[in-house]
């Protein structure tokens, strides 16, 4: 007793029994660090306080790793060194507090009042006396480990217990359960996040969300997204920026854009003279550009304004380039948002006569068969295979076909490359450029997205501007609530646009801020007299999910046997898209296409609240006007889809799964002109399931759970397709994706 005792009467004797408890076993030099005392002039000191220690039989060395630790005995006295502090503490009334920023000091009432102020407009003498409360139950109940988030508890219970509820919402904390944080990391894998990044990133995205739907959104709307009225896509990104950008690629290429203008790393270009220079430089725009938007960056009429910097290469040359640049994008650009590449296959009007940079004499006509070449080239690199025998995910082709190209041999031989592509890895997407409500040039993003060049003449439309965001409306709710009333369900499906139409007028807002705030710094970048990124000219997408389960239950028919489900169907969409236009100047779209699976939630609020049959309901359709899971002809689906997508002007999309044994090219390319000149469909593509295998580098026709070349099985195998308008390998695929992209009719041609 007498060895412990005056082992103990030393502070820092008692310094160090404390560190092992909480450090574990230490070594002399780090105990010697921790305590802040000199390696060599401290060090005969030091070691008479240790040999105490260990005479005293409060701590041992370990022989093997020469550290020290604390025994039972030691554990006993340093838990009595801490219950002696404490005590001291509250007979001093003084409360020690951990931090935010990770410091401990002592409990001080005057900064619960300076919060209540500064976060929540509070008044002072209310601050004063909620503060007070706050410091007499905190000392009453002598919390153990005190923290500043349990203070924060503290007051908010209080503000709650006075009815102050609007004080409580500025000053609540934002985040994550322990739990929850603990269960992502331990299931990450299983759910699709293989990165650490993913997994650090769930966090802050449920920061964003929350704070999204406390603090910036007015009740009302918060209120739809939670019920499950509508959807807000890209919640966890929404105040921070815009979903997608159509870039306009001739500031770059001019030198004139730095795509990095904040100049901090990424190299700025000279005007490129060569094309593996222009190709850099457009990479350099991609890289940069994936942390501004949510879903999707399009490079819009790419093979054009590439071409002036091909010309006297050799194929061989310019497709050695344009791998490297395939290979770049899906590796250093990074793949976490997809990019749209735009090949045209005729030379648009307004290009036509515009000067190739500061070029004398040189114009973008001249360079026609060129960008015809680029366009075949990159479509020839896009259909081959990387390394290891797998597709490449990136760039999303979106191949523009005009009524000339169908004539003339270059464009054909454009159009064989795709479907060749098609046929191979099922990604090409097929734009029809001549239909009359295409305007001049139409633009898709990789989301899916359309913006067309009717906006303020061709260019303002198209090019620098983008979709700042989506907001879906379930529309089965609307069905529900009308109970067979055609009135009632287009009052309400106008309740829900004016609520979309707002929260996408405050998304506007939110951007404009974002660029004064310098957070989207290439964007806000001055180009020929206005922003790089044209925010007024931005649109607003009001999508739709439900719209064949919506209308069966409101007429309790069935879509394909009696006209006038169709016909309900179709005002629908009219009415939406007359919406639309009564307030020009918002550049408000219709579409069924959302940014995110959004279906799969609405479909389960709208069931656990009674509103829908859960053995009835399988989720509501997505992305088409028909079911997609119901066989059902393609000839017919063709005709019932070509009367909406002209409607959808946001965003549509014809999806032509195909089925096992799949069509030959030449099919393919039979298939895609016959829809090119006969039927009004804007945007298609031809879907191929496929496996690639890991062990042997086969890639087989279908979703197959063996390979059938080698031994290989399960988490070797990686299975292809599209779901929700995007390839996307297995691995990335979370449940509802499963479930969407197994389900789905396919086609034989
Ligand atoms: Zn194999």
Redesign the pocket.
Known sequence: MESILSALSNEIRAEILKMLSMGGSLSFTEIMERLNMAPKSDAGKFGYHLRTLIDSELIASDEATGKYYLTLLGQDVASFIYGVEDAIRRKKGEMQVRTSSLTIEPFDRKKIVQALIREANVPRKLAESISKEAEERLRKVQVKYLTAALIREFVNAILLEKGLEEYRHSLTRLGQPVYDVTSTIQNASYVGYYSPAEVHSLAGDSVYEEYLLLKVLPRTIADAHLSGAIHLNNANYWILRPADVQHDLRPVLSGKLAADPNGSIAPSHHAPKTLKGALYAILNLVKVSTELVSNSQALPFFNIFLAPYSSGMSDDEVKGALRDFVYLLNTIAGCSVPVAVQLETDMPAFLSDAPVGDTEGLKYGDFHDESLRIARLLLEVMGSKDGSGKPFMNPAIFLKIRKKTLVAEEGCSCLEKACEMAGKWGTPYFVNQDLSWQTENVAYNASLSRLDSAWKGSELGTLRTGVLENITINLPRIAYAAKGNDDLLLERLRELMEISKEALTIKRQVIRDRMKDRLLPLFQEEVSGSPYYRVDDSAGVISFVGLPEAVQFHTGLDILDDPLPLNISKKIVESMLEYSKEMPQLRLMPSYVTFEPAAHRLTSLDISSGLANAKVIAPYTEHSVLPLTRPIPLKKRLQVEEQFQSMMVGGHFFNIRLDEPSPTPEIICNQARRIFETANIGLFSFTKDYTY?W????VSAGLNEK??????SGD?LVKYTRVYGRYKPSRKWSNQEREFATTMQRFML
Do not use: F, K, M, N
């Open positions: 295998c062990g042997c580098g086969e390979c059938p070349r080698c031994p290989c070797r």
